[in-house]
């Protein structure tokens, strides 16, 4: 399996909602328990879960052309 920079770039959705909630609850959770054990490692993974979360891309994932969205929605 190869990682495609270019594929990367385009910025196409490609999570899908329950996956979407559950990176939302889990940014939020990392980041609380972040500024309560100053934490930095909790505070940027909680910050990268909220905004691929929110926006509902991965970078990661469109490099490995990984799609958790489902096309029917």
């Known amino acids: 399996m190869s990682f495609d920079y270019k594929r990367m ?17 889990a940014g939020v959770a990392a980041f609380l328990l972040s500024v309560f054990t100053a934490e930095i490692f909790l505070l940027v993974i909680g ?16 490099g490995l052309d990984k799609n958790t969205l489902n096309p029917s929605s």
């Open 9 to 25: 770039l385009k910025f196409e959705h490609n999570v899908g909602e329950k996956e979407k909630k559950y990176r939302l609850y």
């Open 47 to 62: 910050i990268i879960l909220i905004a691929t979360g929110y926006s509902g891309w991965c970078p990661v994932y469109s």
